[in-house]
């Protein structure tokens, strides 16, 4: 038998929605290390460069931990094939033709780019909603970021931090 209804949301981010469904908020939920993964080295230019882009925002929002690296690494993945599948796409176009024996046209499909392409939007639609990613997800959600904290070296860069 399947599951019912919606995945149950990690309570970090019901305490950012301000629980709207007031329903008991797990006080033994785990907490994971809250250590930034290292990006993994096998990964796309493309993948890295959206796990560049994305990491320091999680962090900031107290939304990265260290078990939270297979999540992250699904959905830089789906951002590089998606990239990799429009490029195709774009360079080749969406369909091709088939001939038959004397070059008569038999049939016109779409490359399988297009359905790659959708395959990488789906998947990234998951992984976007498990981290806050779309203005939906965030609607409604009250958030204190997470304070940055100068380094050590900040006062010889001329910044003291904020």
């Not at 290292?38 to 882009?53: D, G, V």
């Not at 992250?72 to 429009?86: K, P």
């Not at 409604?140 to 860069?157: H, L, T």
């Amino acid at each position: 038998m399947g599951k019912r209804g919606p995945a149950p949301k990690p309570t970090a981010l019901k305490l950012i929605d301000g629980n709207p469904g007031r329903r008991a908020i797990n006080r033994k939920e785990p907490k994971p290390t809250a250590i930034i993964p290292k990006c993994p080295p096998w990964l796309s230019a493309a993948a890295k460069k959206e796990w560049r882009r994305v990491v320091p925002e999680l962090e900031r929002m107290g939304l990265m931990t260290i078990v939270d690296a297979a999540a992250l690494t699904g959905y830089c993945v789906s951002w590089a094939r998606l990239i990799e599948a429009q490029k195709f796409i774009e360079e080749h176009g969406m369909f091709y033709t088939v001939k038959d024996k004397v070059g008569q046209l038999k049939s016109m499909n779409k490359v399988p780019h297009i359905s790659i392409s959708e395959k990488a939007m789906d998947s990234m639609k998951a992984f976007c909603k498990e981290f806050g990613f779309t203005p939906s997800s965030r609607s409604g959600m009250i958030a204190d970021p997470v304070p940055v904290v100068a380094s050590k070296f900040a006062k010889f860069r001329g910044g003291g931090g904020h």
